[in-house]
């Protein structure tokens, strides 16, 4: 029986903090990060198919050439619900893209245990904090069912952005738009 972690656990726990080398928040023992935002599964690390990355908004102006230089920079990781994918204040080091499932999304306000939570489904785009100095997420992301997430190293894909910049551009409108939306619908709940 897996016990859901409170809130005050999953924003704030230093010791579950790493997702590199610990068992995610509200994680069952059986799945843990590994290798850099790498998901393994029996040793072996889930290939991320084009064809998935075609079907997501984020890519859809890619040509196959920039899809398939995308799909290298990417792992694709099953999810379970209760496993927190990044926290508040970590060093963002990867992107996230979600095909399948939902997360939700927490706030703290002002170092305190309150929050504001915003539920996220298919397509959405976690993490971009990982793109921006002071690369550090400013969120905390947590799977609220089953679903599949992709994991998109951020390091590799700044540089793939310095060496084909219309990619860059493509994908960087579309993170915009993403956000913009995202800040609409935050000031709608306020």
């Known amino acids: 029986m897996m016990i859901k972690p409170s809130l005050k656990e ?3 726990d230093e010791e579950k903090s790493n997702r590199f080398d610990r068992e995610p928040c509200g994680g069952d023992g059986e799945q843990r990060w590994a290798q850099g935002d ?3 599964e ?10 998935l990355l075609r079907g997501l908004t984020l890519f859809g102006d890619l040509t196959e050439d920039q899809l398939d230089k995308v799909a290298n920079l990417c792992s694709e990781m099953p999810v379970i619900p209760g496993q927190t994918f990044f926290r508040e204040h970590e060093p963002g080091k990867a992107i996230f893209v979600l095909p399948r499932g939902e997360v939700e999304i927490l706030y703290t306000a002002g170092g305190d245990a309150m929050a504001c939570r915003e539920w996220m489904g298919v397509g959405e785009i976690l993490g971009v904090r990982a793109l921006i100095p002071p690369y550090r997420y400013l969120t905390t992301a947590l799977s609220i069912t089953e679903g599949t997430l992709l994991s998109i190293d951020a390091i590799k894909l700044g540089e793939l952005f310095q060496r084909d910049g219309q990619l860059a551009k493509s994908i960087l409108a579309r993170l915009i738009s993403a956000i913009l939306s995202r800040i609409g619908t935050l000031r709608a709940l306020l």
């Open 42 to 51: 029996n040793g072996e690390t889930m290939a991320v198919d084009v064809a």
């Open 10 to 12: 999953c924003l704030f």
């Open 38 to 40: 790498k998901w393994k």
